[in-house]
T-cell receptor
Framework: GDSVTQMEGPVTLSEEAFLTINCTYTATGYPSLFWYVQYPGEGLQLLLK?????DKGSNKGFEATYRKETTSFHLEKGSVQVSDSAVYFC????????????FGKGTKLTVNP | DTAVSQTPKYLVTQMGNDKSIKCEQNLGHDTMYWYKQDSKKFLKIMFS???????INETVPNRFSPKSPDKAHLNLHINSLELGDSAVYFC?????????FGEGSWLTVV
């Protein structure tokens, strides 16, 4: 079945550091890919998405590119802030409007001032 | 306006009790979900409804019973609560290939 693998956390960075959180997936066909973010004590928010190969999703300075050849959707940000501290989830939705999201295990990011 | 709203946000209850979590979406979406987030933050789908009909039931114990009175509402009723039911429960709805989540309901069973 479909699955998502994220890099293990936690990740601790200093403010203004470069962030990469790796995400790879296994799925048949062409899934849609997502990054969700969960701030402490809050719900899940959609951060960005990409629906086909080579698409780049971006939001709030975060970017991720859908790489079909490497089945990856790595999350990047050039300069993190303390307010980016959260848990980040990579997820996929299967081809053809599959009814459910499959999530990775989440990566906790802590940014120190 | 909150697009997907669920109540209560926090719930502490004793083992053996029966409790419900309500969810409403004002987005006009046909498909709604319940997801469970365990203590390790892992998210897993429980149920999915499309226009009031059950379409996904991911081997959830039958103590959990979803009910959808109309396509804007999907409530979750839990009978005979157990310690292991302590988790965050997220309601969600779908438009196209994008799923939007509510704020979560933090359930603690003591």
């Amino acid at each position: 079945g479909d699955s998502v693998t994220q890099m293990e956390g936690p990740v601790t960075l200093s403010e203004e550091a470069f962030l990469t959180i790796n995400c790879t997936y296994t799925a048949t066909g062409y899934p849609s890919l997502f990054w969700y973010v969960q701030y402490p004590g809050e719900g899940l928010q959609l951060l960005l998405k990409a629906t086909k190969a080579d698409d780049k999703g971006s939001n709030k300075g975060f970017e991720a590119t859908y790489r079909k050849e490497t089945t990856s959707f790595h999350l990047e940000k050039g300069s993190v802030q303390v307010s980016d501290s959260a848990v980040y989830f990579c997820a996929l939705s299967g081809q053809g409007g599959s009814e459910k999201l499959v999530f990775g295990k989440g990566t906790k990011l802590t940014v120190n001032p | 306006d909150t697009a997907v709203s669920q109540t209560p946000k926090y719930l502490v209850t004793q083992m053996g009790n029966d409790k419900s979590i309500k969810c409403e979406q004002n987005l006009g979406h046909d498909t709604m979900y319940w997801y469970k987030q365990d203590s390790k933050k892992f998210l897993k789908i429980m149920f999915s409804y499309n226009n009031k009909e059950l379409i996904i039931n991911e081997t959830v114990p039958n103590r959990f019973s979803p009910k959808s009175p109309d396509k804007a509402h999907l409530n979750l009723h839990i009978n005979s609560l157990e310690l292991g039911d302590s988790a965050v429960y997220f309601c969600a709805s779908r438009e196209g290939n994008t799923i939007y989540f509510g704020e979560g309901s933090w359930l603690t069973v003591v």
